[in-house]
């Protein structure tokens, strides 16, 4: 099964609007990233939080952890047509360093 | 530098053939990572590579085999394959336990 769980898996807002996306995990964890992927292509790095830190900002994201509930939440603020992709969380497990990916969120952004 | 490249990046091979992917990581990255997309699977890890070396590994049958060479980069091979193994198949490398770089990916398709 797998470790991380995006919700929602699909999101429509419009242009302007924040966007907020959630991951939760299962069990302890060195870090959690976030990656953006376009349409089919290769994952880009957004952003990684390591499990004592609480919150991280970069550019239009922020990123909170909070390890005592084992979930994550990316926001992007005022959004924009580029930012439509698919979001996924990944988990750098602490037993054996294996990095897992969620499901992912289809974020679209409506002009 | 250089990012993480794939060849070939589009595939077609028939039901009971093989096939090798190549990866070439980022310059000095040691660790390659292997993973396998479909839409109704996500994301799941393949295995992960270190110094010639097999680290990690996922929960996918003994068709799926891999390598890595002195220089790091590394191949995967798929045998006999099947209708399912049709997939975006993404390399990633890192540097030390962190960030993972990603591939274009190489897109299989099997008939």
């Known amino acids: 099964s797998q470790q991380g769980e995006e919700d929602p898996q699909a999101l429509s807002i419009q242009e302007g609007e924040n966007a907020t996306m959630n991951c939760s995990y299962k069990?302890?964890?060195?870090?959690l990233q976030w990656y953006r992927q376009n349409s089919g292509r290769g994952l880009v790095h957004l952003i990684l939080?390591?499990?004592?830190?609480r919150e991280k900002h970069s550019g239009r994201l922020r990123v909170t952890l909070d390890t005592s509930k084992k979930s994550s939440s990316l926001l992007i603020t005022a959004s924009r047509a580029a930012d439509t992709a698919s979001y996924f969380c990944?988990?750098?497990?602490?037993?054996?360093?294996?990095?897992?990916f969620g499901k992912g969120t289809r974020l679209h952004i409506l002009p | 530098k250089a990012g993480v490249t794939q060849t070939p990046r589009y595939l077609i091979k028939t039901r009971g053939q093989q096939v090798t992917l190549s990866c070439s990581p980022i310059?000095?990255?040691?660790?390659v990572s292997w993973y396998q997309q479909t839409p109704g699977q996500g994301l799941q890890f393949l295995f992960e590579?270190?110094?010639?070396?097999?680290?990690n590994k996922g929960n996918f049958p003994g068709r799926f085999s891999g390598r890595q060479f002195s220089n790091s980069r590394s191949e995967m091979n798929v045998s006999t394959l099947e209708l399912g193994d049709s997939a975006l198949y993404l390399c990633?490398?890192?540097?030390?336990?962190?960030?993972?770089?990603f591939g274009p990916g190489t897109r299989l398709l099997v008939l």
């Open positions: 990944a988990t750098d497990l602490n037993r054996d360093d294996k990095i897992i």
């Open positions: 069990t302890s964890i060195n870090n």
């Open positions: 939080i390591r499990s004592n830190e």
């Open positions: 310059s000095g990255h040691r660790s």
């Open positions: 590579y270190f110094s010639e070396t097999q680290r």
């Open positions: 990633a490398s890192r540097l030390l336990e962190e960030t993972q770089y």
